[in-house]
């Protein structure tokens, strides 16, 4: 009987890719995929470390994991991703009954390191952050009854945000050929996939590195020439980045998808300054100005850290006068969370967890308005909406994703699922909308 394994994820999109990955490569090899941790053979947990809430959280499961293993001793038990590359050999040291520590560039030989351990039954661990950055065009229908799929083009950043830990656990930025980008993506392609979304931590610099090789937009262009790729959408975008060039294929691409994930962090300059973001308020406004100038019906989403350290009460307003200014169709809001290494740990001015969460609500309230009044405007036009499945709700109901990315729940038939339907919203809500089939 073949051997099963499980992977827990945390934390954000480039997370659950690297699980589809993994996942892939042990499909591969001949493993099957388990429901449930009580069942599988190989325990990984894929951890996120950018925030402490995540990382606790993936900790706390870890340590459950010890009840597990002295009831089932040959269970191999692995810690991959950010914390495993954050912490390295203390976790060996803390949980003992761990088998494997795989930072997040080594996953790729997951399944060497796996057949290590059965045959000498040893501790492996794997913390390289120079291992090569690859894909994994073979989908062994792993991809059935999925209509869209992510696609990881590079790994790393180089910016060093001073409250971001991710260059010191996913190492500097490396771009993936786009050879092998352009090749994943017709076998996509081959397997219904309808919708790809360039994934990495800043897309914009993409092989910005090695300037005789394709740019950003240079790669967009040859991916949206590619026949029978529907939509192609990208994140995530650093605003110091977004040239012209870019913001330009928004308007040329039949293929690119009007919405834009470009987090904002702060709307006030002297804290952007601290946090070493490489941009101000007005040039953030003005790429906003130039992005809905290029594609009125452009969605645009951001993220918001409240309570940096020196965040006085007047940076605060001006992070929501940008967010009245702007009007994001959503922004993904956080609290600052300290992490070890980061440079913000040096500075002073820290805010108290009460002021912060006071500050959260309020930011989040008024984005709340915010949103559901932008949903609101889409009431009585007709959107073009890749059917994706049956929605949660049941009762006959469908859920598909606008061309802006809005979750679109309406009645219809399963055999519409991975079709591109005219859908008319009846009505704009918090988080969705709801609409009717209008043209198939
Ligand atoms: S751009 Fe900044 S926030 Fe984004 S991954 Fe890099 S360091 Fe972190």
């Not at 294929?249 to 006030?268: R, T």
Request: net charge positive.
């Amino acid at each position: 009987m073949a051997q099963l394994f499980h992977i827990k994820t945390f934390g954000c999109q480039m997370n659950k890719h690297d699980s589809d990955s993994i996942s892939k490569i042990l499909l591969d090899k001949g493993y099957s995929q388990a429901d449930s941790i009580e069942d599988a053979h190989i325990i990984l947990i894929n951890t996120c470390a950018v925030r402490e809430k995540a990382e606790e959280k993936a900790l706390t499961l870890i340590g459950r994991l010890a009840r597990l293993k002295m009831k089932r001793p040959d269970m191999i038990a692995g810690v991959i991703g950010c914390v495993a590359q954050e912490k390295g050999m203390n976790l060996f040291r803390r949980f003992p009954y761990l088998d494997l520590v795989l930072g997040p560039r080594s996953i790729y030989h997951v399944d060497e390191f796996i057949s290590q351990i059965k045959k000498r039954r040893e501790r492996v661990s794997s913390l390289d952050l120079a291992c090569e950055l690859t894909c994994f065009p073979n989908y062994n229908g792993y991809l059935k009854g999925r209509v869209k799929s992510f696609l990881k083009i590079m790994e790393g950043c180089d910016n060093f945000c001073s409250y971001c830990i991710v260059p010191f656990v996913r190492g500097r930025e490396t771009s993936l050929p786009a050879k092998e980008i352009i090749h994943e993506t017709k076998c996509l392609i081959s397997q219904e996939i309808k919708e790809i979304t360039l994934i990495g931590q800043n897309v914009n610099s993409y092989n910005v590195k090695n300037q005789a090789l394709p740019t950003f937009p240079g790669l967009l262009k040859e991916l949206d020439s590619i026949t029978g790729l529907e939509r192609l959408r990208f994140t995530t975008s650093h605003p110091k980045d977004l040239s012209d060039e870019l913001i330009g294929s928004f308007g040329e691409l039949n293929s690119l998808c009007p919405h834009i994930h470009l987090p904002v962090q702060s709307g006030s300059d002297n804290i952007l300054k601290l946090m070493n973001r490489g941009y101000t308020r007005d040039k953030y406004i003005g790429l906003i100005e130039r992005l809905r100038k290029t594609r009125p019906d452009m969605t645009i989403t951001s993220d918001m850290i409240v309570g940096f350290p020196g965040e006085r009460e007047k940076d605060f307003e001006d992070s929501l006068r940008l967010m009245d200014e702007i009007e994001f169709d959503n922004l993904f809001s956080f609290m600052y969370s300290e992490r070890p290494g980061i440079k913000a740990l040096q500075l002073p001015g820290k805010i108290g967890k009460k002021e912060k969460q006071t500050r959260l609500s309020i930011l989040q309230e008024r984005q709340r308005g915010i949103t559901l009044s932008k949903n609101k405007l889409l009431e009585g036009t007709i959107q073009e909406t890749l059917v994706e499945g049956p929605a949660k709700r049941g009762d006959d109901q469908l859920t598909g994703r606008t061309l802006g990315n809005k979750v679109v729940n309406f009645p219809g038939r399963s055999n519409l699922k991975g079709q591109v339907v005219g859908i008319k919203i009846v009505k704009g809500l918090q988080n969705s909308l709801l609409g009717e089939l209008v043209d198939r």
